[in-house]
């Protein structure tokens, strides 16, 4: 003769059934595993950088696209605008999506001209401008536009205004050490995006 006893927990549900010779015991689990599969995922907690909604959006984006982050990120002197580094890169960003300017913008200097500034290789520009275009949503193609646009197809490396990457994407390119009416110029570029954020 063989018994044959099986054991189940969490459950009063249990039935004893004889079968030939033999009492098998059945345990009823569904109290059990209603109970286990009833388990609350907890949402991740929002990272965040900035206090603005747009800002942070568009840091924690950069991240995922770049593979590297901006880093010492300080408010600047109104509640929208944002002072940080990527990249040992000074950076300010910007979002007067809700203001009259209706963008968000981004810009960057690549000359020390300003003692918080360093001189920029050609490779570092072209990078952090090709990574800020990617994450404003750019693709390929306008990116290695706007680059040749602004190298190779420029020759004596002039200012290049409200220049188009695409409809919703412009940006301002100042070369280093221009004469200007006033001066010399500092090297910058400033990106503007009309539906980042939006």
């Known amino acids: 003769m ?34 286990e599969s009833e388990t609350v995922t907890e949402e991740p907690e929002e990272v965040k950088y ?22 010492d990120i300080k408010k600047g002197n109104i509640r929208t605008k944002y002072h940080c580094y990527a990249n040992d890169i000074y950076v300010e960003l910007l979002n007067a ?19 918080a500034f360093r001189d920029l290789t050609d490779e570092e520009k072209y990078e952090f401008l090709t990574d800020c275009l990617k994450t404003l949503g750019a693709t390929d193609e306008e990116i290695s536009r706007t680059i040749d646009d602004l190298t190779v197809n420029n020759e004596g490396d002039y200012m290049k205004e409200d220049y188009e990457v695409n409809s919703s ?7 280093t050490k221009k004469e200007l009416s006033n001066g010399k110029s500092i090297g910058h570029i ?7 954020g939006k």
Do not use: R
Not at 190 to 196: D, F, L, Q, R
């Open 97 to 115: 999506t809700e203001n009259a300017a209706e963008t968000f913008n981004i810009s960057y200097a690549f000359s020390s001209q300003i003692p």
């Open 50 to 71: 900035a206090d603005d909604k747009v800002v942070n959006q568009f840091i924690i984006d950069f991240a995922e696209t770049a593979g590297y982050e901006f880093t």
């Open 2 to 35: 063989c018994t044959l006893l099986f054991v189940g927990c969490g459950s009063d549900n249990t039935e004893t059934k004889e079968v030939g010779e033999t009492k098998v015991e059945t345990t009823d689990n569904t109290d059990t595993m209603a109970k």
């Open 169 to 175: 994407i412009t940006l301002l390119y100042v070369p």
């Open 190 to 196: 400033e990106i503007k995006s009309s539906t980042y």
